[in-house]
């Protein structure tokens, strides 16, 4: 079993930073992948950014690809997410999900457990 607790959310305006981070606790050796996913109110729970485990790979969406960091801290357990230029439309629950098999995926369904979420809100 794997425990995920997201942190680092909150208010912002237009053009601040946030860095997000996602603790991993329990079997964590089992996960492949950590991946970020957001869900804004009205819409679909969407991919942000995923990266291995072992840190060696990382994707990101389109709309953040350019403004966003995703990296794993020196102690394997931890995966941040770093958001610079936010946009109102970055308003969303962003969750962190874990995976065992190895095999990166943005679909919401091949995760296999989840964290709490934590709220990002970007103010004009």
């Known amino acids: 079993q794997v425990q995920l607790v997201e942190s680092g959310g909150g208010l912002v305006q237009a053009g601040g930073s946030l860095r997000l981070s996602c603790a991993a606790s329990?079997?964590?050796?089992?996960?492949?992948?950590i991946t970020w996913f957001r869900q804004a109110p009205g819409k679909e729970r969407e991919f942000v950014a995923a990266?291995?485990?072992?840190?060696?790979?990382?994707f990101y969406a389109n709309s953040v690809k350019g403004r966003s960091t995703i990296s794993r801290d020196d102690a394997k357990n931890t995966v941040s997410l770093q958001m610079n230029s936010l946009k109102p439309d970055d308003t969303a629950v962003y969750y962190c999900?874990?995976?065992?098999?190895?095999?990166?995926?943005?679909?919401?369904?091949?995760?296999?457990?989840w964290g709490q979420g934590t709220q990002v809100t970007v103010s004009t």
């Open positions: 329990g079997d964590t050796f089992s996960i492949y992948g």
């Open positions: 999900a874990a995976r065992r098999r190895p095999v990166l995926s943005g679909r919401s369904n091949d995760y296999d457990y």
């Open positions: 990266i291995t485990w072992s840190g060696g790979s990382t």
